[in-house]
């Protein structure tokens, strides 16, 4: 099986519903309960056989099951880091029925514990081992940048401590803060640290200060796309191979940038037609006909903007930012099935409040 018969497995939905996969949960779920609350054998009798379960359903939702402190057990639906799976995971979360003993929710809370800790890699990371500071950027003065010290920093295992910070972060703060309020992490140690640390107890206010600014600022901008301008690029990459661009250049100056910070990226895979990488004419159409769609269900008066596309050897990616991701991540799985018997492809979204991944495309 080729990588393009992979990728259309990838992209078609399952047939079974969320209903089937709760009435099946419900027959098991006492048996369930008694496993989690005994602790005996829980990967063996609950994990290895609920997560089969799980992926016939949402293949890229992941969970977490615990006792509660009222003694229910907890099943927690993750997308585990990727932005276009958070819908899937809280529509499995709503569609849950009402169970004895079981509550059921989407995306990582907050801890509420104060003496919440975590270990990995042989260290430990808690509220009292790690501080911060904002960096602040004058370009870009509504990013948040944050540099977290950790006491027990060394070098050589900067990769393992930022992994540690973030998981931690991601279980203290909650998987919707983390999404949602910060744009980039980094971790250092307490040497030469000449900026004023601040207590980590104190991260949660600052986040909901600086998201109280951010949504006062840019609740009300739209784009106004009547005067939108595009170039045409071509250029070479790595290999020698061919890309042609098409951007908007006209929006790269826009002052409002940041208030659509979700870049959509729209993932054409097709086979080349010749030694050039490009498409053929009937893949080309195919490709404008979608992107006619997406221009009319994602309008900017909504909140998105159209900003372009690049063709590089068999793949087209097709860029939009968007004020939001799950109203769009909703209407593109629906254009992806719609258009499944003539293009192969996916989608993911990534952060970029101010687009510094097409600056590249700005002209002087």
């Known amino acids: ?84 799976n958070v819908l899937w995971a809280e529509k499995l979360a709503n569609s849950a029925p009402e169970i004895p003993n079981w509550k059921f929710r989407a995306l990582k809370p907050a801890s509420n514990n104060i003496n919440f800790a975590i270990r990995m890699h042989d260290l430990n990371f808690d509220r009292d081992n790690i501080k911060f500071y904002p960096v602040i950027h004058e370009a870009y003065p509504d990013k948040i940048d944050l540099k977290f010290v950790y006491d027990h920093y060394h070098e050589e295992s900067h990769d393992d401590i930022l992994n540690g910070i973030f998981i931690f972060l991601d279980n203290f703060l909650g998987e919707e803060t983390m999404i949602q309020c910060i744009d980039k992490i980094d971790v250092i140690g307490p040497q030469n640290v000449h900026e004023e640390l601040i207590s980590l107890d104190k991260l949660k206010d600052y986040l909901i200060w600086r998201e109280k600014e951010f949504v006062e600022k840019y609740q009300d901008v739209r784009h106004d796309p009547s005067n939108d301008n595009f170039a045409a690029f071509e250029g070479t990459v790595e290999g020698n191979k061919t890309i042609l661009s098409t951007f908007n250049t006209s929006i790269l100056d826009w002052e409002f940038k940041a208030s659509h910070p979700w870049i959509l990226v729209i993932m054409i ?96």
């Not at 990728?7 to 048996?31: D, P, R, V």
């Not at 990488?277 to 159209?306: H, R, V």
């Not at 799950?326 to 099935?337: E, F, G, N, P, V």
């Not at 293009?343 to 495309?361: A, C, G, P, T, V």
Request: charge should be negative; include cysteine; hydrophobic fraction near 35%.
């Open 1 to 84: 099986m080729g990588i393009f018969d992979d990728l259309a497995l990838s992209t078609s939905k399952n047939n079974n519903t969320y209903q089937n996969f709760w009435n099946w949960f419900e027959i098991h779920a006492q048996e369930f309960y008694e496993i989690i609350k005994s602790g005996n054998q829980v990967e063996e009798r609950f994990i290895n056989v609920f997560a089969p379960e799980l992926t016939k359903v949402e293949p890229e939702v992941f969970f977490l099951v615990g006792i509660e402190d009222d003694q229910k057990a907890e099943l927690i639906f993750t997308p585990d880091g990727r932005i276009q």
């Open 269 to 364: 895979h097709y086979q080349p037609e010749n030694d050039n990488g490009f498409p053929s004419s009937e893949t080309y159409n195919s490709i404008a006909k979608l992107e006619d769609d997406i221009e009319e269900q994602l309008p900017a008066e909504k909140g998105y903007i159209f900003l372009g596309s690049e063709t590089i050897d068999g793949l087209r990616e097709t860029f939009i930012a968007c004020r939001e991701f799950r109203d769009a991540t909703q209407i593109i799985d629906q254009l992806q099935t719609k258009y499944s018997q003539e293009l192969i492809m996916n989608f993911e979204f990534y952060k970029d409040k101010y687009w510094q991944s097409f600056e590249r495309y700005q002209i002087d």
